[in-house]
RNA sequence: UCCCCUGUAGCUCAGCGGUAGAGCGGGCGGCUGUUAACCGCUAGGUCGCAGGUUCGAAUCCUGCCAGGGGAGCCA
């Protein structure tokens, strides 16, 4: 019977609430492996609840003993009994049952979960059934806390949370290739004048998957002062690297009244607040982590969560790498953007953790970014971490018309569809600023996960969207 | 998109010119409290795909496909 009133795992093995010990309690969840000894049966059993699975104790007083025969790994259960202290040394409480009824099998013969480890690679194979796995099972929790603390930050600072659309008639935000968005019949593509007749199209245009909620924030940041987006985004980039997907989730902050400096604080409170929430409220899957991930997980996130923020401006960057005396694969040279190497020795070597690197030259930067009166640099900044480099991309916003409707002529630009992101200016302008941080690498540098596939229950990547 | 590495049993891998292997998982049996339980027996393969070299190819060569690592692009 499918049970209502079933108390989960996590909330049994509670030790705050061990009023459930000797009552009668009803468990449901999957079967991770069952061992049999003579007249007793372990089954050990997990609802996702918590990392810790539960050990269900079966012998021959229990009616449903003939049962444990059939039990698999991966078959779903509902169990009565009684929860008790272990008599075994593994786990300190365990449910001795009292009846069993197995709600769904797992022929073993097909069953691919084994209850041994499989490799990350496999499990993505396997992206239906991996949540039932201890390392899956730990990075949904996870994300599902920092997801929370996402929204409490923000929300704890005022701030509102909006949502941009996610179809755009956009076609230049400027973050990279988009997804055509059609309704068009692409074997019988209407034509006009020789070319593809986007009348015809469902917009009447064509339109696209979004890379960045950026502009649309900006205009709520400009009669809500302080705003955020929290959704998916997608990049039609041929990235094939273990930090890239082509649908991925982003938070994009967005206030007004705001200049660099105030961004740059916002992204420092913000980074070594969630990670003190993730480490607070998720002390067991950080620890699974820690253990079976990263030996200095908990200890580095410990410190970011701690120590303010290394600031230096592109320029003391590029000083730094020429007088660093390591030999890069690719030069040093002020005006050309920081490489991958280059990130990675800021702020795993020089400084040791997390650096915020501004004021970037004006042409390797998007043109809404505002130009210092220097003329050759923007208010922009990127803050890099150990192990995953950029993990927020933010900036001043170009606050006046005409010098943004000189950097978008400059940019090549049409300005014609920017209408209204131009009247933005025209209006009761204020100086702001924003910034986009990736979510999954953010939980990918919390876990301590090598690859982001392994972050997104389905990751899109180029030639890969099964799920 | 570029560079490098890897595709052998359900999984993880060994074998690297001469009869296809192991551990785990599966099946059957045993075991009075197990902890990825343990012990015994057992079934299981177009060696990624296509071509080539050779008396003989999992093994050497070429192409393609897939996966992984790195780079670029970025978040």
Redesign the pocket.
């Known amino acids: 019977m499918p049970t209502s009133g079933r108390t989960r795992i996590k909330d049994l093995l509670d030790v705050e609430r061990l009023d459930n010990v000797s009552n009668p309690v009803a468990v449901n969840g999957w079967v991770?492996?069952?061992?049999?000894?003579?007249?007793?049966s372990?089954v050990?059993i997990n609802d996702g609840s918590s990392l810790a699975d539960l050990?269900i104790?079966v012998?021959a007083s229990c009616p449903d003993y003939a049962l444990v025969g059939n039990l698999?790994?991966g078959c779903s259960l509902t169990v009565f009994g009684v929860l008790?202290e272990?008599?075994?040394?593994?786990?300190k409480y365990?449910v001795?049952a009292s009846s069993l009824e197995m709600l769904g099998g797992a022929d073993?013969?097909e069953y691919?979960l084994?209850?041994?480890?499989?490799?990350?690679?496999?499990l993505?194979?396997l992206a239906h059934l991996r949540p039932r796995t201890n390392t899956f099972g730990a990075v949904a929790r996870v994300r599902n806390a920092m997801a929370f603390g996402i929204h409490q930050f923000f929300q704890q600072r005022g701030f509102l949370y909006i949502q941009t659309p996610i179809i755009t008639a956009s076609d230049a935000e400027g973050?990279?290739?988009m997804f055509r968005a059609t309704t068009l019949d692409l074997d019988n593509l209407p034509t006009q004048a020789g070319h593809v007749d986007n009348d015809a199209d469902f917009f009447g245009r064509p339109a696209f998957l979004t890379v960045?909620g950026q502009l649309e924030a900006e205009i709520f940041a400009q009669a809500m002062s302080d705003v955020y987006t929290f959704g998916p985004?997608f990049?039609a980039?041929?990235?094939?690297?273990?930090?890239?997907?082509?649908e991925?989730w982003?938070v994009e902050p967005e206030v007004a009244f705001c200049d660099l400096d105030g961004l740059a604080q916002l992204a420092e409170d913000f980074l070594r607040g969630i990670f003190a929430h993730v480490l607070e409220t998720c002390p067991e899957d950080m620890a699974f982590f820690n253990r079976f991930y990263d030996k200095e997980l908990i200890a580095t996130l410990e410190d970011i969560a701690n120590s303010d923020f290394e600031r230096m401006t592109y320029t003391e960057a590029v000083r730094l790498l020429e007088e660093s005396g390591e030999s890069f694969?690719?030069p040093v040279r002020w005006g050309a953007?920081l490489?991958?190497?280059?990130?990675?020795y800021l702020t795993e070597r020089k400084v040791g953790r997390p650096v915020i690197v501004t004021d970037y030259p004006s042409a390797?930067k998007?043109f809404y970014m505002r130009l210092n009166d220097d003329g050759e640099t923007v208010r922009a900044m990127?803050?890099l971490v150990p192990r995953?480099?950029?993990?927020?991309?933010g900036s001043q916003r170009e606050e006046r018309l005409d010098v943004l409707q000189r950097r978008m002529v400059e940019a090549g630009l049409d300005d014609a569809p920017y209408w209204w992101y131009l009247d933005l200016r025209r209006y009761g302008t204020t100086p702001h600023a924003g910034f986009?941080?990736?979510?999954?690498?953010t939980v990918q540098f919390a876990t301590g996960m090598?690859?982001?596939?392994d972050i997104i229950a389905f990751p899109r990547?180029?030639?890969?969207a099964e799920f």
Do not use: C, W, Y
């Open positions: 991770k492996t069952v061992r049999s000894s003579g007249g007793v372990f050990q050990q104790v012998d698999t790994t008790q272990s008599l075994g040394r593994g786990q365990e001795v073993p013969e691919p084994q209850k041994k480890r499989h490799t990350l690679e496999f993505r194979e973050a990279g290739a960045s985004t990049r980039e041929n990235s094939n690297t273990s930090r890239h997907l082509a991925f982003m694969e690719f953007d490489q991958s190497e280059h990130e990675r390797i998007a990127d803050v995953i480099g950029e993990i927020i991309g986009g941080l990736g979510f999954e690498r090598q690859n982001i596939r990547t180029p030639r890969s």
